[in-house]
């Protein structure tokens, strides 16, 4: 199936198939659509979920200033996210549903506060 999409990152409208993941956050499980941006490769993730105020672990990409870092905001998946973009642009990469996700230990991420 094909949906039109508003890319997050390059904000740019696409069409798009979607994957839907499942996550599971100890003892709920989310859903999600994945729309992978036709132009600029981002991935869309479409929270389905019902929203509760928690815990979300950004992390931040190669070459990007606070590479090797991770933020913690408090809140709604979308309105994090949000957040994010003001706080730091476009210059992050990825919204995980907590630091075991983000592979905060495995990667030795430090928290940027
Ligand atoms: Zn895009």
Known sequence: MTDACFCARCHKNFHSDYIVRYISDDDVVYTERD?????????????????????????????????GHYHIIRGGREQTKKIMFERFGNKWGFQYSSTEAAGVKRYGLKELK
């Open 35 to 67: 729309y992978i941006c036709t132009y600029c490769g981002y991935v869309n993730s479409v929270y389905e979920g019902e929203e509760e105020a928690k815990d979300w672990c950004f992390t931040f990409g190669f070459g990007q200033k606070h590479e």
